[in-house]
């Protein structure tokens, strides 16, 4: 196993002039479910965080996709094309992957790994999740991580998620985690790095 509510105002609005402002548009994104932060945290225990890290900074929003770059969601056949962990995810898992991953959620702070964190959104750190007076320059500074949400079986005793961490020097990777549920907890069953990019060598996938 490798390690490694509308606003009133709002709604009066659409009422007014729904060409202007179409449903779908005003719709916030889904909250990610409070059981599928255990598994962020032991993924970020377990491959990221060192003795040293005093913060980590995180995506706001789970990403929708495997690769840096891309902007179209993930389909099936995609998924399927890079015969991942070598062919052996269920296949209810790899349909449960992708079809939570249609569209991104948001993240909120229930994260418990053990070190401070703080979300950013775009350039922006945001509040509160680290006391302003700790200088962020000043820490060991784990940055920037990324979750998909995740996918189960149906059975919901398979579980798989997507991470990846984007370095300020452009280095990176992306990994995929599979995990098994033995009985109320989970353990990580094995991962796989889906792509490094290394210096000035660019993306790479295995």
């Given amino acids: 196993m490798k390690?490694?509510?509308?606003?009133?105002?709002?709604?009066?609005?659409?009422?007014?002039?729904?060409?202007?402002?179409p449903a779908?548009?005003?719709?916030?994104?889904?909250?990610?479910?409070?059981?599928?932060?255990?598994?962020?945290?032991?993924?970020?225990?377990?491959?990221?965080?060192?003795?040293?890290?005093?913060?980590v900074v995180i995506e706001r929003m789970t990403v929708?996709?495997?690769?840096?770059?891309?902007?179209?969601?993930m389909t099936i056949g995609s998924f399927h094309d890079r015969n991942f962990f070598m062919g052996r995810l269920p296949p209810d898992l790899?349909?449960?992957?992708?079809g939570a991953n249609r569209e991104a959620g948001r993240?909120?702070?229930?994260?418990?790994?053990?070190?401070?964190?703080?979300?950013?959104?775009?350039?922006?750190?945001?509040e509160p999740e680290v006391s302003a007076a700790v200088p962020v320059q000043a820490l060991p500074v784990l940055e920037r991580l990324a979750f998909s949400r995740v996918g189960r079986t149906l059975q919901q005793d398979?579980?798989?998620?997507?991470?990846?961490?984007?370095?300020?020097d452009g280095t990176g990777a992306?990994?995929?985690?599979?995990?098994h549920r033995e009985g109320r907890k989970w353990r990580i069953f094995d991962t796989e790095v889906v792509w490094t990019i290394r210096s000035e060598e660019g993306l790479e996938s295995p």
């Fill in 174 to 179: 992306g990994f995929l985690v599979w995990f």
């Fill in 94 to 98: 790899a349909r449960g992957f992708v």
């Fill in 158 to 168: 398979q579980a798989l998620v997507y991470v990846e961490q984007m370095r300020p």
């Fill in 24 to 55: 779908e548009e005003t719709l916030a994104p889904s909250a990610v479910p409070a059981e599928d932060y255990a598994l962020y945290d032991q993924t970020v225990e377990s491959i990221f965080l060192t003795s040293y890290t005093r913060l």
């Fill in 64 to 73: 929708a996709r495997l690769f840096p770059g891309l902007t179209e969601p």
């Fill in 107 to 126: 993240l909120e702070g229930r994260f418990q790994f053990g070190v401070r964190y703080r979300f950013v959104t775009g350039q922006s750190l945001e």
């Fill in 3 to 21: 390690r490694a509510t509308l606003p009133a105002l709002l709604i009066l609005t659409c009422l007014a002039a729904p060409e202007l402002l």
